[in-house]
């Protein structure tokens, strides 16, 4: 049986409050996981390529269980997926805490991805849940409940992080209890079993269910916006703690305080301001306009002087979240709903690739422009380069969205 009505309103907020949960949890590791690394490496130089080498492979492990995950929630159902996740991520965080050197914290990483993966299945537990038109504010919701994680969680972890660099990761270990616990008592199934496939391999891998975003012209440019969009977010989980820590002395505290900032503005703005300008000017206006807005933050972020400028720049790259959930939405809009978990897997995992090439590819950057001796001395590089990339993002949603819109005129005329 389908959930409808209050149930469905009572559904969403159970997965909202899931998220949370999660999302606080990997927050709270944020501010302090680049300095640890760098005690262990020796220096700032050193730590940033090894950090991108860490966002890697985390984002590898992604790419591959990804669409395995979307395809076992196809099968089984969201609500187990979840909750194994959850579980996963709770052991995961006890070992990092106990890491005594660089390698357990490589493994720790990789199990992180493997277990984190189970997004997807919140996305596509959303899909369940709400029809077509009202996708892109269920996922707008979704980006507020991650948001509202990244506002308690770096700040918890900054706060943490003054005590102990380890003090995060046990927290982070009880946060996910917490959310395994919620979920196993509240938590309903949003899969009923009439509309549940079998299980295969060939939509199961990464390769094999990115297949699915060829079946439509729309969907394969919108997977391509998906790519550049996440491989131009990597800069943040890349480079951001250090280069602000090289730049403008902050620590952990102030880290998590920034942010905490950036999370508030995306709640708002994926919580409260994208369900009232899609519905004004439409998923795709929204889309692009919120790509070339996150091309300007980002930019001004690589120019900002001090600390207070790069604060300011955090205003207009907030509008970045109008991109997200209205992106999500046209790719939901182009497939049936038997083939929603496959779809989240395969668009997890154009994201993954990206965020298995742009951790490596901006903290090789950044250790370049940081190390004694450098020809290019402008820790701000790859700030710029990911506006570039965004920018790029931008220009191509705009091309697909006015392809989509003659080809839905012309099928109105016919």
Known sequence: MSITGSRRQAAIAFIFVTAVLDIVAMGIIIPVLPSLIEEFAG????????????????????????????????????????????????????????????????????????????????????????????????????GAAFSAGFVAGPLMGGFLGEISPRAPFWVAAAMSGLAFLYGAFVLPESLPREKRMSFSWRRANPFGAMMLLRSHPELT?????????????????????????????????????????????????QGLIVGPVVKRFGDRTTMVFGLFAGAFGIACMGWAPSGFWFTLAIIPNALWGLAMPTTQSLMTQRVSEFEQGQLQGASMSVASIAGVASPLFFGAVYAWTVRDGTPMPYPGLAFYLAAAVLLSAALLGWAVARKADRADAAEETA
């Open 43 to 142: 220096s700032n130089a050193d730590a940033g390529w090894i950090n991108g080498v860490f966002i890697a492979l985390w984002a590898f492990m992604q790419f591959v269980c990804s669409p395995i995950i979307g395809s076992l929630s196809d099968r089984y159902g969201r609500r187990p997926v979840i909750l194994l996740s959850t579980v996963g991520l709770a052991a995961d965080y006890v070992l990092m805490a106990l890491a005594p050197n660089l390698w357990w914290l490589a493994l720790g990483r990789i199990i992180a991805g493997v277990t984190s993966s189970s997004f997807t299945t919140v996305f596509a537990y959303m899909a369940d849940i709400t029809p077509p038109e009202g996708r892109a504010r269920a996922y707008g919701l979704i």
């Open 221 to 269: 440019g919108l997977a391509a916006v998906t790519f550049l969009l996440h491989f131009a977010h990597h800069v943040f989980s890349a480079v951001f703690v250090l280069y602000a820590a090289y730049r403008y002395g902050w620590h952990a505290w102030e880290v998590g305080l920034l942010l905490a900032m950036v999370g508030v503005l995306d709640m708002i703005v």
